[in-house]
């Protein structure tokens, strides 16, 4: 178990371009989230899936914004024509569903901070 | 909307003693999840202690304890013996226990500096 990893750790973009983020949640977990902190604040959600399907989506999650997770596993976020104001750390984590009971606790990635210039 | 409101930006502490960060959160559900996590500087977010609301009493992890109060929707974080390792931001969260109500409510964090 490596814990939930994300790729990559930084990413400098210019304003209008798309830009993608992986995460690869702890093995067994059939839950993912996703997150985003901006300086100063903490983590405000933005959608979750169980399995391949998307469960829920944040009103913060714009249309520019879209998740993916195609097999279950990893997941991937997707932001296009970003904007100055997209620039943010971007958290994934995940937890683990089992028997109808959901494991109270999500674990958390290191975090893909964006920047857009 | 559940809300959950740290009202201590920064704080700090002297090397071996003992700091309480306050968390105070705003809900009508009677069943939820109360949790404190833990950020150091470029690292990753990791939980530090968890309390179900159901249980009385309050959790503890080693150094980490909870004073729990549910009817003033209190959730307030000690750290006896602090140590350098414990400077980090530390954030306040709030989870539904119903299921697929599981996304997680962050206060705004409090910075925790150690004096050494």
């Known amino acids: 178990d490596t814990g939930v990893s994300q790729d990559p750790r930084h990413k400098i973009t210019k304003r209008g371009q798309n830009v993608t983020f992986r995460c690869d949640p702890i093995s067994e977990h059939n839950r993912l989230y996703w997150y985003r902190q901006t300086l100063g604040q903490g983590p405000e959600f933005l959608t979750y899936?169980?399995?391949?399907?998307?469960?829920?989506k944040s009103r913060l999650l714009s249309d520019r914004f879209s998740a993916e997770r195609p097999k279950g596993s990893f997941s991937t976020l997707e932001i296009q024509r970003t904007e100055q104001g997209d620039s943010a750390m971007y958290l994934c984590?995940?937890?683990?569903?089992?028997?109808?009971?959901?494991?109270?606790?999500?674990?958390f990635g290191p975090g893909t901070r964006l920047l857009v210039l | 909307a559940q809300t959950v409101t740290q009202s201590q930006p920064e704080m700090s502490v002297q090397e071996a003693e003992t700091v309480t960060l306050s968390c105070t959160y705003d809900?009508?559900?009677?069943?939820?999840?109360l949790f404190w996590y833990k950020q150091p500087p470029s690292r990753q977010m990791i939980l530090v202690i968890r309390q179900e609301a159901y249980k009385q009493q309050n959790a503890t992890e080693n150094r980490f304890s909870v004073n729990f109060q549910k009817a003033a929707k209190s959730f307030s974080l000690k750290i006896s013996d602090s140590q350098l390792g414990d400077a980090a931001m530390y954030f306040c969260?709030?989870?539904?226990?119903?299921?697929?109500?599981?996304?997680?409510?962050f206060g705004t964090g409090t910075r925790l500096t150690i004096i050494p």
């Open positions: 899936f169980q399995n391949e399907a998307q469960l829920e």
């Open positions: 984590a995940s937890s683990l569903v089992r028997g109808g009971t959901v494991q109270e606790t999500q674990y």
């Open positions: 969260a709030y989870r539904s226990a119903g299921f697929g109500n599981e996304k997680l409510t």
């Open positions: 809900t009508s559900e009677s069943d939820y999840y």
